[in-house]
């Protein structure tokens, strides 16, 4: 596969993985090299470690973006980079405004102290506020692809279900409870005075107001009173979201590690992402060993440069030396074995419409702007 034209083709590519995988290097590399090719990119990250920031030579992202300094890997004209971490309580509140009809609901909504025990209930739900971040990148048309660095997940299934949290978690019936009991109008004299009928749900609601209060639970029915407006707005961008994550020019690229726990996790996605009709492009695997040839005679190949640097050495000591370097290598040939062997595992579930691409392991961390570049080559121009 021609992984630049592959490239090209892209609007949204969503690097899903266990972590510690290079995740955040894989999603970052992408940006590097798509922005060099000449396009405005987004990478969002969510990891809390901030490894981003450090990778792009950057302090620090901010919830408004920043716009890195690509002139080391001197990109074609148009081209440009720009990263941003996840601010979960500003992404919340924004969708409120979006969907509420007025600005007076708007306010309602966000002033409600029951919206705000639920806003921070969600805003520690990383994987559903990328989802809608997401969204609103992708659909604002300011960037010709987006990258995201999915956090890393201890259920695989977070981030594929996070799309549909808050229309679950608002369902109809519950809400709709709560506002055909709670007639505000109906109020005469206080609380207690409203006009319920002698019915289950009047005991119910008398046992809550119990148990919760009267005041929270004033603020809990008003608030299911003022969603009713807001929910088909929830219900509509759920939609979207959904079909902007099976949309043409969509992408899944499972990350992964040459070990057995992370191939397992990558084999898992595959079928999950398939499963729910989502776009797999392909995998990655990273920190891949490579050997060149399986057997070497180290004084063969090395004899000569190891006299260039200790002339005159002790003939024992040389033969030790070479001994070594040889036994390093064959257990570096067993260790490349070993791994292209679990990767298998992960090669023999793919269609031939996905790529398999490998990273090596490379000498030095991958800390800024060129090795990220570098990485991106091994992507794209490797074998």
């Given at each position: 596969?021609?992984?630049?034209?592959?490239?090209d083709?892209?609007?949204?590519?969503?690097c899903?993985?266990?972590?510690?995988?290079?995740?955040?290097?894989?999603?970052?590399?992408?940006g590097v090299?798509?922005?060099?090719?000449g396009?405005?990119?987004?990478?969002?990250?969510?990891d809390?470690?901030?490894?981003?920031?450090?990778s792009?030579?950057?302090?620090a992202?901010g919830?408004?973006?920043?716009?890195i300094?690509?002139?080391?890997?001197?990109?074609?004209?148009?081209?440009?980079l720009?990263?941003?971490?996840?601010?979960?309580?500003?992404t919340?509140?924004?969708?409120i405004?979006?969907?509420?009809?007025?600005?007076?609901?708007?306010?309602?909504?966000?002033?409600n102290?029951?919206?705000?025990?639920?806003?921070d209930s969600?805003?520690s739900?990383?994987d559903?506020?990328?989802?809608e971040?997401?969204?609103?990148?992708?659909?604002?048309?300011?960037y010709?692809?987006?990258?995201?660095?999915?956090?890393?997940?201890?259920?695989?299934?977070d981030?594929?279900?996070?799309?549909?949290?808050v229309v679950?978690?608002f369902?109809?019936?519950?809400?709709?409870?709560?506002?055909?009991?709670?007639?505000?109008?109906?109020?005469?004299g206080?609380?207690?005075?409203?006009?319920?009928?002698?019915?289950t749900?009047?005991m119910?609601?008398?046992?809550?107001?119990?148990?919760?209060g009267?005041e929270?639970?004033?603020?809990?029915a008003?608030?299911?009173?003022?969603?009713?407006?807001?929910y088909?707005?929830?219900r509509?961008?759920?939609d979207a979201?959904?079909?902007?994550?099976?949309?043409?020019?969509?992408?899944?690229?499972s990350v992964?590690?040459?070990?057995?726990a992370?191939?397992?996790?990558?084999r898992?996605?595959?079928?999950?992402?398939s499963?729910r009709?989502?776009?797999?492009?392909?995998?990655?695997?990273n920190?891949?060993?490579?050997?060149?040839?399986?057997?070497?005679?180290?004084?063969?190949?090395l004899?000569?440069?190891?006299?260039?640097?200790?002339?005159g050495?002790?003939?024992?000591?040389?033969?030790?030396?070479?001994?070594?370097?040889?036994?390093?290598h064959?257990r570096?040939?067993?260790l490349?074995?070993g791994?292209?062997?679990?990767?298998?595992?992960?090669?023999?579930?793919l269609t031939?419409?996905?790529f398999?691409?490998?990273?090596?392991?490379?000498e030095?961390?991958?800390?800024?702007l060129g090795s990220?570049?570098e990485?991106?080559?091994?992507?794209f121009?490797?074998?």
């Amino acid at each position: 596969m021609d992984m630049n034209r592959w490239l090209d083709g892209q609007r949204l590519v969503v690097c899903v993985g266990s972590g510690g995988v290079g995740k955040t290097t894989t999603a970052a590399s992408i940006g590097v090299w798509a922005a060099a090719r000449g396009r405005k990119v987004m990478v969002l990250t969510i990891d809390p470690a901030k490894r981003l920031a450090n990778s792009l030579g950057l302090d620090a992202i901010g919830g408004e973006g920043a716009r890195i300094d690509l002139s080391p890997v001197a990109p074609a004209e148009g081209g440009s980079l720009h990263a941003m971490m996840l601010d979960s309580r500003g992404t919340f509140d924004a969708i409120i405004g979006r969907v509420a009809p007025t600005e007076e609901l708007r306010d309602r909504v966000l002033s409600n102290t029951v919206y705000r025990y639920m806003a921070d209930s969600f805003a520690s739900s990383q994987d559903y506020m990328a989802t809608e971040k997401l969204y609103d990148l992708v659909s604002s048309g300011q960037y010709d692809l987006v990258v995201l660095d999915t956090p890393p997940v201890k259920n695989a299934l977070d981030f594929l279900e996070s799309p549909g949290r808050v229309v679950s978690f608002f369902d109809e019936r519950v809400y709709g409870w709560f506002v055909d009991t709670y007639d505000q109008e109906s109020v005469k004299g206080g609380f207690f005075g409203r006009k319920l009928m002698a019915s289950t749900s009047a005991m119910v609601w008398k046992l809550l107001s119990y148990v919760l209060g009267e005041e929270f639970l004033g603020e809990l029915a008003s608030f299911f009173k003022d969603f009713q407006a807001l929910y088909e707005g929830f219900r509509e961008r759920h939609d979207a979201v959904l079909s902007m994550l099976r949309a043409p020019g969509t992408a899944f690229v499972s990350v992964c590690a040459p070990n057995e726990a992370s191939i397992e996790i990558a084999r898992y996605f595959q079928g999950e992402l398939s499963a729910r009709a989502l776009p797999s492009h392909g995998v990655i695997v990273n920190q891949v060993h490579r050997c060149e040839g399986e057997v070497h005679d180290a004084a063969a190949l090395l004899g000569d440069t190891l006299d260039g640097v200790a002339p005159g050495v002790d003939p024992s000591t040389r033969a030790a030396i070479l001994a070594r370097l040889g036994m390093a290598h064959r257990r570096l040939a067993k260790l490349a074995q070993g791994e292209q062997e679990l990767t298998g595992a992960v090669r023999s579930v793919l269609t031939p419409e996905q790529f398999y691409r490998e990273v090596p392991r490379l000498e030095d961390e991958v800390h800024e702007l060129g090795s990220l570049y570098e990485v991106g080559k091994h992507l794209f121009e490797g074998p």
